[in-house]
């Protein structure tokens, strides 16, 4: 009897069931995530072994057995056909096994035999779920899922959505009705560029794309929808009458894809949990390398029949599982917001965090990019935040959790003197960053010399922070034409300084004198001045001196160059440190050519747009970019409508290849890009 409990353990059931509820209400209903995935995942956990462990306090009404968190009350309800269900979680492979072990005993009970079960992989896309019904072709009404019986009607808003067909054609093959589900989602690109334009209007920021995605979706004028850009991919089924029976799934997405509905390219049939975990290992590892948010993946049965047998529980089926991806969002405590700064002098406000384990590594600090978004997020020393860190991506802190704010917190001032020197920070009309204007700063002398040295600039390894002030702080270096006149003597009197630690970085500095001008253009650290307008810049003046004398009518004639670049570049080499520091590389011998941006062949590539993926055995991938280029050929990292052709080699991006897919973009392997270089 539940009166036989400990009364904690009654009281630590209800307070995780409120928690739930409310996250659950604002995860759904608000689009306003309270807590990261992780920690809801973590408290649905808790509250499931509680459960179990006491069937007493088990109650239908609990969110262990509930699909969604409610409705808003902006749309009207709609009862869905069957049931839209949840899925139940694993979160490593142990836990797979278990599943795919439990899945393959259920089955044996329905009397299946065969030599493997019949598994279908797909990643789980991180929106919003859809019920779309056709009837004779035509779109007729969508739903979001809701409570999972009864949804939002969302048609018109569903009706700008340029993924989603209005109609399925006409004739015999069309059913009298169909229903299709599938996931809503925001890509990365309209996400970023919706966060942009909130950051200008002065807006709340979107914490991620599903947020952003399902805000869209909520609106009571399309038109704000239609604005959105978002996408969607179908994966199931429901109802379908007057059409064609199914005995698998992968046979209902071909289906759907016959259907003119755009279905994730990313799927397959599987045979085995070795073959599902290195899908899982690929896709983990390219997850950032597509244009939508994946969390995990799904596993499920592929045979209709047995998913019929084996049928679900009160919130999810018993034939599918979600295998969720480690967490990239955790809360930990704000101690102090801090402020760098960098090479240029733009002053980044950062957070001191106690530490905390997310992404795949302990992390300490995280970027808070500019003094805007501080505002707008409204974060403060004490508070509780959400930290994201995504791969490689630098640590950012997504927002404070309100809730649990301190009473005495008060908003952070951006300050108004340079932490590093004591000088005036300062920020321009028309910019959303704040500067330190004293060029002399440390911190930006240090950062800057950091730069010249790093691998995307001047390639000089073994220089790095520590090094760096040492050389700085002994009066050895002012600025990165000063490493040219360093000697042996002059290393092997720092600190802790090796004989061959010295003769090395010797050798360092002098093969970086061979290192192309467009290297030294981003080296030397101009305002705006990244790799592709270094490029360009090196192709025209094709030596240092030459640059020196660059003026800003010339530059600004330079196709991708323009009026910006132009003005940062002249003022630089008018100012009396970039005039000594360019003399003074010019005298060292530095840059005296633009390397690999010397054009060697006509023109005949020359208006064309190519993307390069994989790996080519014939040749690198640089190689390939500088021969492209050589013929006048533009070379970008991602594929878009402008793009002539996709070169692939051996393990091409998933995320490239869908996308040229969709666009129409033809493929070219090694052997055609040969024959089309030799052609040209």
Known sequence: MASDIDQSVVSKVAQLRSQLRRYNFSYFVLDSPEVPDSVFDETMAELRELEAKYPELDQLDSPTHQVGGGLSELFSAVRHPSPMMSLDNVFDRVELERWLARLERSIAAEGWIGQSMPLFFELKIDGLAL???????????????????????????????GQIPRSLGSGSGVPTMLEVRGELYMPITSFRALNDQRLSDGLPLFANP?????????QKDPRITASRRLGFWSYQLGMIEGGPAFSSHSETLDYLTGMGLPVNPNVRKVGSLNEISLLLDEFQGL????????????VKLDDLELREKLGATARAPRWAIAYKFPPEEKMTKLQEIMVSIGRTGKATPFAKLEPVFVGGSTVQLATLHNQDQVAIKDVRPGDTVIVRKAGDVIPEVVGPILELRPSDSVPWKFPAECPSCGGPLLRPGDESDTYCVNFECRAQVVQRLIHFCSRGAMRIEGLGEKRAEQLIDSGLVGDPSDLYDLSFEDLMGLEKTKERSAETLLHQIEASKNQPLWRLLVAISVKH???VAAQLIAERYQTLEATKAATYEELSEIDGVGPVIASSLVDFIESVWGSRLIERLIEFGVGGSSGEAVQSHPQTL???????????????????????K?????????????????????SPGA???????????????????ETLLARN
């Open 287 to 298: 997850r950032h390398g597509l244009d939508y948010d994946i969390d995990g993946a799904v």
């Open 655 to 673: 995320s490239k290849l869908a996308k040229a897919e969709a666009l129409s973009i033809p493929l070219i392997d090694e052997t055609e890009l």
């Open 210 to 218: 599903r947020n952003a995605a399902a805000g869209s979706l909520r």
């Open 606 to 628: 020359l208006g064309l747009s190519y993307v390069v993926t994989g790996t080519l055995r014939s040749m690198g991938r640089e190689e390939v970019e500088k021969e492209l």
């Open 529 to 531: 001045i990244g790799e």
């Open 630 to 650: 050589s013929r006048g050929a533009k070379v970008t990292s991602s594929v878009s409508a402008k793009t002539t052709a996709l070169i692939a080699g051996e």
């Open 131 to 161: 019920s779309i019904v056709y009837r004779n072709g035509q779109l007729e009404q969508a739903s979001t899922r809701g409570d999972g019986v009864v949804g939002e009607d969302v048609t018109q808003n569903i009706l700008t959505v």
